[in-house]
């Protein structure tokens, strides 16, 4: 597979560069960040207010104003009576000199240079002539770099555009306020440093993705040859070169490792790169794990550029307090003043029920709760078993419910309802049988998804954990309400003798916390280790085109 980037890619008509529409964010942005609020039906906007341009080249570049120019552009160049913002009598400002080379340099960031032309600008300096030729310049600068500062501040692409199970509505650049920071400026290197992301998370991620091209353009990764499995203890021919794909991708312990047995500090390192891709962790070489060994360094190099384009989705500041949980890594981190304090696996949904990506807040703790059964799984697992049964319920603890009157199964007549004229509700008791297990954790949120315990813990050892209906059932749950709810009663054991009193009871956490379901098939830790993730969902194939098609139409 080819890099991301690597291809053709057309250049854009300046009409088309000029087509540019900018959304509204979230709040807690940068100055230059678009405002969330929006006018009203019922407000007044005054016209703008444009100064008479007073040089020739000023009265060129308000000559040059095009219906299709972004408005806030626009204002920027009325209120500055249409002054050009990247050149003066004596040449380019130094501040268009660094735009045109972070545009160069954009693929440091995942994105794509020839998106922005800025060898087209340099060879445009070279040789305009007319006032109209340096009035089309500036306005082209101009377009291309607020382009440029969208893609690299919130990316390329709406994530909800190009997935209605990502539910992440970055904010985007304001024109008029990016412009009216940049002309106050007293650093624009850093200004434009500040562009990117400011989190550890995207900053780690874009060094690595350094370091893998350049271990691209060396001539990548050595394949390990197919063959019987491999166990510890073993003699095997391809050990040298099962040494030397570790060394490769940095795996620590390989280069520690001499003989032809497959032993000691290799297997270990094997240990470690399954622990780095999702696998379990037996240091047996089978079909996975030697998959995993023989992806092409391409395709990781484009999984790291699709995770580069998903962080610059992301707040840099997640909050105080935060539940994080990975659906493609099936694991669940609890974050408090920057410092992870609690790491759990979990349970993703299936394939065909994918949890969505999205940001809530949590709201309450509710220990021994009932079930209420979707209105989905009620009628397509629960009413056909109705049908061949009236009592299949019984040893499941759901009641039946109409109208808020409980009724007995028994009395229905089950073959007379379906899908589209089911009128009961189904509500299952609290018990250690409960679908929920003894505890759920609500941020009670349009999708109906909630992080909870589940009787069926044998799957939590799997190494895979895509199996529940949505929801994300949590291991170990006592623990994780232990470490939430610290600040309401800190005593160890206190939520399970609530649980064991078989009393339903909700607590609500003491201080504001948030949650992030999201999904990252490629990171790196703080420790140097670099993750990568199967996609169970197959959202990097989707975003990967989303991606390729701006690029050619050059959104």
């Not at 992870?340 to 949590?362: N, W």
């Not at 018990?431 to 109906?448: E, H, T, V, Y």
């Amino acid at each position: 597979m080819d890099n991301l980037w690597s291809g053709r890619n057309s250049r854009a008509s300046i009409a088309l560069a000029l087509c540019i529409t900018l959304t509204g964010g979230l709040t807690g942005s940068p100055s230059w960040a678009q405002s969330e609020t929006a006018p009203s039906e019922t407000q007044v906007v005054p016209p703008p207010q444009f100064l008479e341009p007073q040089t020739p080249i000023a009265r060129a570049i308000q000559s040059e104003m095009s219906p299709d120019l972004n408005q806030g552009l626009v204002l920027h160049y009325g209120e500055r009576a249409f002054a050009p913002v990247w050149f003066t009598e004596d040449g380019l400002t130094e501040n268009a000199h660094l735009t045109i080379a972070a545009m160069a340099a954009a693929n440091e960031h995942a994105l794509n240079p020839n998106n922005y032309d800025p060898l087209g600008f340099i060879k445009r300096s070279e040789t305009a002539t007319s006032e109209q030729d340096w009035a089309r310049f500036d306005i082209d600068l101009s377009v291309q770099f607020l382009r440029y500062a969208t893609h690299l501040s919130s990316g390329r692409v709406q994530p909800n555009a190009v997935n209605k199970a990502l539910n992440l509505f970055p904010d985007r650049p304001d024109p008029k306020n990016l412009f009216e920071a940049v002309a106050r400026s007293e650093d624009f290197s850093a200004f434009l440093d500040s562009l990117a992301p400011q989190s550890d998370n995207y900053a780690r991620l874009k060094r690595r993705l350094a370091q893998f091209r350049e271990k691209a353009a060396d001539g990548g990764f050595t394949p390990v040859p197919d063959g019987d499995v491999l166990k510890p203890g073993m003699d095997d021919p391809r050990i040298a070169v099962l040494r030397q794909r570790l060394i490769e991708e940095d795996i620590p312990g390989a280069a520690d490792h001499s003989g032809e047995a497959y032993d000691g500090a290799l297997v270990e390192a094997v240990k470690t790169f399954q622990e780095y891709h999702g696998l379990a962790t037996d240091g047996v070489i089978g079909k996975n794990t030697l998959a995993k060994l023989n992806i092409p360094l391409q395709e990781k190099l484009i999984q790291m550029e699709l995770n580069m384009e998903r962080r610059r989705w992301m707040r840099d500041d997640l909050g105080a307090f935060y539940i994080f949980s990975n659906l493609a890594d099936q694991n669940l981190k609890v974050v408090r003043n920057g410092k992870t304090i609690h790491t759990a696996r979990v349970v993703v949904g299936k394939p065909y029920h994918a949890t969505p990506v999205f940001s809530d807040q949590l709201e309450y703790v509710e220990i021994n709760p009932f079930w209420n059964v979707p209105y989905s799984i009620a009628t397509k697992e629960y009413l056909p078993k109705l049908k061949q049964n009236a009592s299949a319920l019984s040893g499941k603890q759901i009641r039946v419910f109409q109208d808020g009157t409980e009724i007995t199964p028994t009395q229905v007549a089950w073959n007379s309802y379906s899908g589209g004229n089911f009128p009961f509700r189904l509500r299952q008791d609290p018990g250690d049988g409960n679908a929920l297990g003894r505890i759920k954790f609500m941020f009670p949120n349009r999708f109906n998804i909630y992080i909870h315990d589940t009787p069926s813990k044998s799957l939590f050892s799997r190494a895979e954990r895509a199996f529940s209906h949505g929801c994300i059932r949590v291991s170990n749950p006592f623990k994780l309400a232990d470490v939430l709810l610290a600040d309401v009663n800190a005593n160890p054991g206190h939520w399970e003798t609530i649980r064991d009193s078989e009393k339903r009871t909700v607590i609500k956490p003491a201080a504001p916390i948030e949650v992030h379901l999201t999904y990252l098939t490629a990171w790196m830790n703080k420790d140097g280790s670099t993750h990568f993730r199967k996609d169970i969902y197959g959202r990097d194939k989707v975003l990967l085109e989303a991606l390729r098609t701006a690029m050619t139409q050059n959104l």
